[in-house]
């Protein structure tokens, strides 16, 4: 009997722990904080364009459109890898030629209602990194940790399939 419970009890560990395991990765909500709100991004008009080397860096920018509150947001992602080719890693709000960087800008578009003109909300970055990692393809995670202009963090996790833009 004693044997009989230790089967059943290793077998229920067995395949709660293999379930665990089932070879699908944790998707992020493609959610970031802005102070206490939440941003939503999504993968249709995200687009990757490829500017190329520029002096000691590569150069790709990474657009995304979302959604706060019922206003459209716009974010571009402007990466320089250090190198003759684009390659991901941390990259910091930095301008130094001895590292990788980036800039990153958004824009908060309220849409003209009852007479009243459409107004925008920018925000530059100040500090802060971004981690990319290419999972496969055009798809790519972005672990987001930035300030903006005026102490606003935005943090959060993005994982996004771009498509190729042109020039």
Sequence with gaps: MKNFFLTLFVTASVLSCSKDDDGASAMTSNQV??????????N???????YG?????????????????GKEVELDIELYALGEAFS????QVDNT??????????????????????TTEYY?????TITVTKIKGNTYTFVIDLVFEGGEAFIGTLQITFTEGTI
Excluded at 33 to 42: A, C, E, H, K, W
């Design 53 to 69: 080397q520029d002096g000691t860096h590569y150069n790709r920018d990474f657009e995304i459109d979302g959604t706060i509150n």
């Design 124 to 128: 530059n970055s100040t500090s802060g």
């Design 97 to 118: 030629e001895t590292a990788s960087y980036l800039y990153a800008e958004m824009d908060i578009i309220t849409p003209a209602i009852g007479g009243n003109a459409e």
């Design 88 to 91: 991901t890693g941390v990259f």
């Design 33 to 42: 904080s802005l102070g206490d709100s939440m941003i939503t991004f999504s």
């Design 44 to 50: 249709e008009n995200a687009v990757v364009l490829d």
